[in-house]
């Protein structure tokens, strides 16, 4: 079968798909509800402000990373298999390299 014919027939069947009713996925306010109002983007990137952090906030922050970190690391620690199954998981991935 030649490449085109069966990109054809791949077609004429995606054609006999069932679609699902999407008419009763939306709700009846979601269908009432009037369309959003568009704006110009100038008018919008213009009003936006450049926050900037205060010494508080972002000792706040750096905490929190670090304590985060301090976590990720300690769950790295961490096994959830018990040590002859992760021998054995090993020795499986150490015969399939790549």
Known sequence: MTRAALIITLA??????????LDTATSAEARAAPYPRLV???GLIAGAEVAALDA???????????????????L???????????????????????
Do not use: K, N, V, W
């Open 40 to 42: 110009p983007l100038e």
């Open 12 to 21: 004429l069947l995606a054609g006999c798909t069932d679609f699902p009713a």
């Open 76 to 98: 790295r620690r961490i096994s959830a298999l018990p040590p002859a199954d992760r021998a054995r998981l090993m020795r499986a991935i150490a015969r399939h390299p790549g």
């Open 56 to 74: 508080e906030t972002g000792a706040r922050l750096a905490a929190r990373a670090a304590a985060l970190r301090r976590r990720a690391a300690q």
